[in-house]
């Protein structure tokens, strides 16, 4: 299993590809590589990227939407979540852990 933390800094919806694209994506992931996502974490999502949230929530499974974990900002308890989710050493500096390799 792998686990993305995934930083949704300056995420507009103009750099999307069109929804059926998007929609195939997801479909292909799930239906071909289900159980191989341990968790998905999404740090600094914007307006858009909420929206865009929204929108594949209603296409994707529920055992993936189970997987999604939206950090709050690091002065708001957004790193004692990562850490329950994973090891410090995984967590990128930038986000208060010790990996310094991004």
């Given at each position: 299993k792998f686990n993305i933390i995934l930083d949704?800094?300056?995420?507009s919806l103009s750099i999307l590809p069109g929804f059926s694209e998007i929609k195939r994506l997801f479909t292909m992931m799930q239906d071909h590589f289900p159980d191989r996502l341990g968790v998905l974490m999404i740090v600094n999502l914007s307006g858009p990227g909420q929206l865009f949230l929204k929108m594949i929530k209603g296409i994707i499974s529920e055992a993936v939407k189970k997987k999604i974990h939206i950090v709050p900002?690091?002065?708001?308890?957004?790193?004692?979540?990562?850490?329950?989710?994973?090891e410090e050493k995984f967590i990128p500096t930038w986000l208060g852990g010790t990996d310094d390799l991004f």
């Open positions: 949704c800094n300056g995420f900002p690091t002065g708001k308890g957004g790193m004692k979540m990562l850490k329950v989710l994973v």
